[in-house]
């Protein structure tokens, strides 16, 4: 959701040369953005004598502005430590002290879209950047990674067939629907004629895919843990159909034309929708909503639990056989 930002960037200053720092299992999103100048790739974790090296490389590159889009612990420490004249972050308790201009995430009125944050970092450095906004942009698959596809598409009998491309994983518990219900789902699904469905996660979701599996493994397949964000792409966006939370993939199909039916639990669509994307949005109206995802009031995560496959199904069959 940065990608917008960083357009806005590079039209307003088009011989400034962009370096991206991101951690190395998303570096794919981003390698071959032709806004971008650079890519600084940094492991998951490090050292305290690699998290040194890194700011050495930054500070060797004498840049003129740090912003910020994340404000995790590592990233407003790499931005205060970066040598850079100008330092942009956000509004954040105990970090605000390390950006020399400070950008709210809220206001009074009501929520901003994190889209919309990231593009309010870019207008802090005064450069008259106005909207509207432009879309996500992530870059194209290369040939090895289409071929990728090319072959699961064969393998798995897809051609001719409405694919539903379902993301059974979740970033944390708050924000996880349930085998149960996703089973429930795709197995409504198969019944419409002509559609089958593709499972998507990270590679700790194979047992779950299995399971879900059983339900009719002639119509439902998994690529869970088998193919990179890119990929993930290319396959979204040759299906006539995504399903999922609020995630990373629920973003990523909204770079694609493929309509979204997104769940919504924890998070607001006010903050968190997929951008400017076909989507149907199923929430359940809860006075704890949002909330930080530490700790369940409820302790059932009612939010997201009690949407049904009953619910869902429809909004799926809209897309389906329109």
């Not at 509207?132 to 596809?149: D, Y």
């Not at 995630?247 to 694609?256: F, R």
Request: contains cysteine.
């Amino acid at each position: 959701m940065t990608t917008p930002a960083v357009t806005a960037l590079k039209h307003a200053l088009p011989l400034a040369s962009l370096t991206y720092v991101i951690e190395e299992p998303l570096r794919r999103l981003v390698e071959g953005n032709p806004d971008l100048d650079h890519v600084m790739v940094v492991p998951p974790s490090q050292s305290v004598a690699g998290f040194i090296g890194l700011i050495r490389q930054i500070r060797k590159e004498s840049y003129d502005a740090v912003l910020d889009f994340h404000g995790g612990p590592r990233a407003s420490r790499i931005a205060w430590l970066s040598g850079a004249r100008f330092k942009v972050g956000y509004e954040l308790k105990y970090k605000s002290a390390f950006y020399d201009i400070r950008v709210p995430r809220s206001r009074p009125e009501g929520p901003i879209h994190s889209v919309e944050s990231h593009f309010n970092l870019v207008r802090a450095l005064g450069l008259g950047v106005e909207k509207p906004l432009p879309s996500l942009f992530l870059p194209p698959a290369r040939e090895e990674e289409k071929e990728k596809i090319d072959q699961y598409w064969r393998e798995y009998g897809l051609g001719g067939a409405r694919v539903a491309a379902v993301h059974i994983g979740a970033g944390n518990e708050f924000r996880d629907w349930g085998t149960e219900n996703m089973a429930a789902l795709t197995g409504r699904l198969i019944r419409f004629a002509g559609v089958k469905v593709v499972l998507v996660g990270a590679e700790r979701d194979g047992a779950r895919a299995e399971l879900i599996r059983e339900k009719d493994p002639r119509f439902i397949f998994s690529l869970a843990g088998k193919i990179n964000l890119i990929e993930l792409r290319e396959l979204i966006a040759r299906a006539a159909l995504f399903v999922g939370p609020d995630s990373g993939p629920m973003h990523i199909a909204a770079a694609t034309r493929t309509p979204i039916v997104a769940l919504f639990g924890p998070t607001l669509p006010a903050n968190f929708a997929p951008w400017r994307a076909k989507a149907t949005l199923i929430e359940k109206d809860l006075d704890c909503r949002p909330c930080k995802q530490r700790r369940c009031i409820t302790e059932d995560i009612r939010c997201l639990r009690t949407i049904t496959p009953e619910e869902v199904y429809p909004a799926c069959l809209k897309y389906l056989i329109s």
